[in-house]
Nanobody, 121 residues
Framework: QVQLVESGGGLVQPGGSLRLSCSAS????????MRWYRQAPGKERDLVAA???????NYADSVKGRFTISRDNANNTVHLQMNSLKPEDTAVYYC???????????????WGQGTQVTVSS
């Protein structure tokens, strides 16, 4: 079994910061890309940031310059540092990993359960 568990969400005032973390555990052979998505009420789930196993990253235009994605390959963990938060950043944030479990021969998408981020005064 493979699990992705997010942490770090919460309520923050506009202009504040939060750091999300996601840890992948279980019978993992290899992890390729790790990503953060978000979904606001009534909207589709959108990609926020992604990072490859080699450390190459890309971001949605709406968060460039404010968010930073990083990963710790030794611990199968990805982080999202969110600065200068805006009310429009309010959403449920989901961790996604493209990984190969030991018991499968290909890579598959795995998702965390989501963590709520609310930006409000």
């Amino acid at each position: 079994q493979v699990q992705l568990v997010e942490s770090g969400g919460g309520l923050v005032q506009p202009g504040g910061s939060l750091r999300l973390s996601c840890s992948a555990s279980g019978s993992i052979y290899s992890i390729s890309d790790m990503r953060w998505y978000r979904q606001a009420p009534g909207k589709e789930r959108d990609l926020v940031a992604a990072i490859s196993s080699g450390g190459s990253s890309n971001y949605a235009d709406s968060v460039k310059g404010r968010f930073t994605i990083s990963r710790d390959n030794a611990n199968n963990t990805v982080h999202l540092q969110m600065n200068s938060l805006k009310p429009e950043d309010t959403a449920v944030y989901y961790c996604n990993a493209v990984l190969r479990p030991h018991y499968r021969s290909s890579y598959y998408d795995y998702w965390g359960q989501g963590t709520q981020v609310t930006v409000s005064s």
